[in-house]
């Protein structure tokens, strides 16, 4: 019975210590404005207790051979003291433009206790360390996952070849964090300040600007191949953000309403004067969910994109041609995301208005295209898209294989090695009733 009172008293005054030791925390560093607070209980003791974690801002710039820190502060939020358990590790995830978040496991630094004994609003630091990977560069997102805290963004620096030591080890061993923090006193006993930046005059990476709405759409790419005749081909695509939500996680029309536009060019390059052949123009506004929300256990994500489509080559008379519809294109993932695993998104159409020189272009593109994609976000993946046309024997299979050129030559390359076939119908929408077979490489920015 004791053990229940003693329980229900403490869970009633969990939001009330929390506040006030946010408060008390704000007071005595400034250099804490990012810090969230949660609950944690010590494990192993009998009688629980309640502190307060939070997280240090790290400096706005950093040197790749300078230690990856990052700083917890425990606060004592219990009346009569505070103990909890410091973890030897702390898992955290990196990853920039170019990279999908990855795992790292920073050890806490050496001499730093795996115990504390917090009296009521003392305050005590413990700093994790270790190595920024190889790979990373640019502006860095660093965030603490098992942490209910804000993600913070470093611009890491790298010296030039040949110039300054990195540290030995890039996947945040214990060895290597202890190797930096031998010459570095414990700061357990008070609040850490955050690191001084690298340059104390460098820009702080933009998120919330307007070139953050800007993501991409379709594949960006520019390749060139031959069957005949030297035919290349390049497409530039975006997708920029109406309405930026007041929730994240808002659903609503308007907060995932998108504009979004495509230009594919055919370039023959073999011909006198190397003309374009044909170019194709989509602008698009459309509703997307990258992820539904809705689970199953057929599949590991499912995200949906909805709208209105428009696609023409800007000519007039007998070769302008012209498309309007209206799609539906739900979009599932199976197996697992950090991995190896298959996305499948079937795009279904219905035309609002066809010109009438390509009166019968459903014959050769049907009303529907199938997206299979298979490989990893970051090494190697294959995609191809099925058409089905209307009339027997008409339609195409377009198949694309990237491989990203930071694996292939080395990690400061961005963008990712292309190689494309394509067989059937309709590559061009100028010659959408015209036979083609025709295998390129080139360079992809996204995929």
């Not at 329980?7 to 009330?16: G, H, L, N």
């Not at 195409?396 to 694996?407: C, E, G, M, R």
Request: positive net charge; hydrophobic residues 35%; glycine residues 8%.
């Amino acid at each position: 019975m004791r053990n229940r009172l003693t329980s229900s008293m403490k869970k009633d005054r969990k939001s009330a210590v929390l506040g006030s030791h946010r408060s008390r925390i704000s007071r005595l560093t400034p250099r804490l404005s990012l810090c969230i607070s949660l609950l944690m209980f010590g494990a192993g003791y009998s009688a629980y207790s309640v502190a307060g974690v939070s997280v240090l801002r790290p400096p706005r710039e950093a040197l790749a051979n300078s230690p990856l820190e990052v700083t917890i502060v425990y606060s004592g939020d219990a009346p009569n003291g505070t103990e909890v358990d410091v973890p030897a590790q702390l898992n955290i995830s990196l990853s920039n433009p170019d990279v999908i978040p990855r795992p790292l496991a920073l050890a806490r630094e050496s001499g730093a206790p795996d115990h504390l004994k917090l009296a009521a609003g003392e305050l005590k630091a413990v700093r994790y360390v270790g190595a920024w990977p190889e790979w990373a560069r640019g502006a860095m997102k660093i965030d603490v996952p098992d942490l209910d805290v804000s993600p913070s963004f470093v611009l890491l620096t790298r010296a030039p070849r040949g110039r300054g030591t990195a540290l030995a080890s890039a996947d945040g061993t214990p060895d290597a964090a202890a190797s930096v923090s031998k010459s570095e006193p414990s700061q357990t006993s008070l609040i850490a300040s955050s690191p001084a930046p690298a340059r104390p005059a460098a820009p702080v990476p933009e998120i919330n600007s307007f070139l953050s709405r800007f993501s991409a759409y379709e594949p960006m790419y520019f390749a060139d191949g031959s069957n005949g005749e030297n035919l290349a081909k390049f497409q530039l695509s975006f997708k920029f953000r109406l309405v930026t939500p007041d929730d994240p996680r808002s659903r609503g029309f308007a907060d995932n309403l998108y504009f979004g536009y495509t230009q594919t060019s055919l370039w023959d390059l073999g011909a006198y004067s190397a003309p374009f052949r044909d170019t194709s123009y989509m602008p698009a506004l459309f509703y997307y969910l990258e992820d539904t929300g809705w689970k199953s256990k057929w599949w590991s994500k499912m995200g949906l994109m909805a709208g209105y489509e428009h696609e023409s080559n800007g000519r007039d008379g007998p070769e302008s041609r012209g498309i309007d519809i209206f799609f539906v294109k739900p979009i599932w993932d199976f197996g697992d995301l950090n991995g190896n695993h298959l996305t499948v998104a079937p795009k279904v159409y219905y035309y609002a208005h066809i010109a009438g020189e390509n009166h019968d272009i459903t014959d050769y593109r049907g009303y529907m295209d199938l997206l299979l994609k298979y490989g990893s976000t970051d090494s190697w993946q294959i995609a191809t898209t099925l058409r089905k046309g209307m009339k027997g024997g008409k339609g195409s299979i377009d198949t694309q294989f990237t491989y990203p050129l930071a694996k292939l030559i080395n990690n400061r390359w961005g963008g990712f090695l292309w190689v494309g076939f394509f067989t059937g119908y309709g590559e061009d929408i100028l010659d959408y009733n015209q036979h083609r077979w025709i295998a390129r490489i080139g360079y992809s920015i996204t995929r």
